[in-house]
């Protein structure tokens, strides 16, 4: 059965950082691409990053130089490191597997993440 279990979520101030993690499940991780969703109040769930099975990165405008999108084959999980966080930012965020080879996807429960100014 597969399954995502994020973690790492919390309340933290304007400028402050936070790392989630994924723990993965259930599949053949190394040759997933993992991405990491937010979904902030009123709005669609957007990419914001994801990190291909041979390492290739992908951030969003909104994020980029702030998130850094990593894994570990070994322990079949993936990170996001969040620093200079802003109100903006505010969100939950999703576990993402996606498989290339048969176009399925997989998500975790989510993990809110709130930003004060």
């Known amino acids: 059965q597969v399954q995502l279990v994020e973690s790492g979520g919390g309340l933290v101030e304007a400028g402050g950082s936070l790392t989630l993690s994924c723990a993965a499940s259930?599949?053949?991780?190394?040759?997933?691409?993992m991405g990491w969703y937010r979904q902030a109040p009123g709005k669609q769930r957007e990419l914001a990053a994801h990190i291909t099975n041979g390492g290739g990165l992908y951030y969003a405008d909104s994020v980029k130089g702030r998130f850094t999108i990593s894994r570990d084959n070994r322990k079949n999980t993936v990170y996001l490191q969040m620093n200079s966080l802003k109100p903006g930012d505010t969100a939950v965020y999703y576990c993402?597997?996606?498989?290339?080879?048969?176009?399925?996807?997989?998500w975790g429960q989510g993990t809110q993440v709130t930003v004060s100014s």
């Open positions: 259930g599949m053949l991780f190394s040759i997933m691409r």
């Open positions: 993402n597997a996606f498989n290339p080879f048969t176009s399925t996807s997989s």
